[in-house]
């Protein structure tokens, strides 16, 4: 009898994950089903349980082997449900570690939890996985198979073996299993790609990647959209990929994707870089007119010294003539930025401002967001290096050099991050609403809807300017918030309620 193998990520719910699916283990899940394993996914069936309650669904089918999906949000969470499996539930199988997260932290990993786990998958996880499954002694096998960290109790200290390559051909991976949850009605994620051919010093995607860009076949990814629309009742596919354009401007792949989601008659979504969007401003009108509904595009800044520190290789003003290109175009689009880095000034600060007001679509977490050093990134290694990173692991921060920024920041954070989750639910429902304008545009009831909508949207937003101009002028020293934070709650309530009633209506037509 083959090994069975029991996949999850037990804090699914403990983050605002934008409804999305967790296709990582799901493709692990896929590959693995393929070469005939027995394998199980559990997501959203730990939802809302205790951690003693994850710990024994997770552990109720005794699997031989149970991998963990890890995030440094997760961290903590994770690894106590894993200390309960061994310690009160006697689980005495192989517990693998894997993800982004993991792979930049299997030292730190082993130093505090050796005891816990076994191995930790480096990088892409699909081979290395399938090849530790059928290994038959792994104590033996594992210092052969690439890709993997694993505790050496000889030389009393963790080792990683040799990496492993990149998957050359993405062709060859089944698609990912996929499960339904509340949420997901109405759209699903599909990659196009795995890596970035950029190298952000404040992302650590190129560094997984090994700095590789591979693109799946137009026929394979249409293949998959045609399986999702047979098993699924959507209208929206979000491309989930860190970067939807190829380097350069030769996208005649994209083009046949986008005339088969046009036939479908589906509406779709993607994220990309500024540079991009100018180099392929001809294409994005061909884009809109077949589907294209929302952009979520990687500005990070409105000061130019920022962004050579971020190593973006874009500057403010392709920044602006992005975005000047998708107002032409009619391109509703969200965007990344980063209010504060390590060496923010007072007058970088107002810059930034000066520029969110610019493009009038202002976010809440684009006024509080700081750079947060996460392992594997460039940026992360520098400051390091410099002796600045405070705190304790995982959770490093550090000290933004001008002390009167590094309480602004920490000012700004407190009284706005509150309505950062409003903003990403009011993303989420925006892409379900566009996805029912795509097949009900004559329909009068969406037509109210959308205008309610963008009501909400324009209140909020006024209200960010009103709340970070206020603070500006704040006395550091000053604790009187307390209406601020008033008025802030109850805009944060009042508009969870209004965007609720709006979803409810939106199923009845979408």
Sequence with gaps: MGKRVLLCDPAFDMEDWYEFESLGLGYLAGYLKSKGIDVELLTIELKGLSRLEKARKIAASNPDIIGFSLYI?????????????????????????????????????????????????????????????????????????????????????????????????????????RIDFEGMEYYRMVPLSRGCYANCSFCSLPTFYQHTQRFRSPENVIREISQIIENYSVSHIIFSDDNFFAMGTNNERVKLIVDYMSKMNLTYGLVCRSNDIVKNAPLLGYLKDNGLSVICVGIESGNDRMLRTLN?????????????????????????????????????????YHFLRGIGNIQAESLYNRYMPFPGSPLYYRLKSEGRLVGQFPHYTYLIEDPHVEQLANTVGKLMSPYSKLDRKITTFKIKVVSALKTRKKNAEVQTIVSEFQEIEQTLQKHYVLDFDRILKMDPNSSDTGDLEFNRDNLVKEGYEKIQNLGRRVRTVA
């Design 312 to 352: 973006k290789g874009t500057t403010v003003e392709v920044n602006r003539e992005a975005v000047r290109t998708l107002r032409e175009k009619d391109i509703w689009f969200k965007y990344g930025f980063i209010m504060f880095d390590p060496y923010t000034t007072m007058n970088e600060i107002m810059e930034n």
């Design 73 to 177: 949000s997760t961290y903590g969470e994770v690894m106590e449900i894993v200390k309960i499996i061994r310690d009160v539930l006697n689980y005495r199988g192989m517990i693998v570690l894997g993800g982004n997260f993991a792979t930049f932290t299997w030292e730190e990993l082993f130093a505090r939890h050796k005891e816990y786990i076994d191995l930790i998958c480096l990088g892409e996880g699909e081979i290395t996985l399938h090849e530790i499954v059928e290994s038959s002694d792994m104590k033996h096998d594992r210092v052969n198979i690439p890709g993997i960290a694993f505790f050496d109790e000889e030389s009393d200290e963790a080792v990683r073996t040799k990496p492993r390559e990149v998957i050359g051909s993405l062709d060859v991976l089944p698609f990912p299993r």
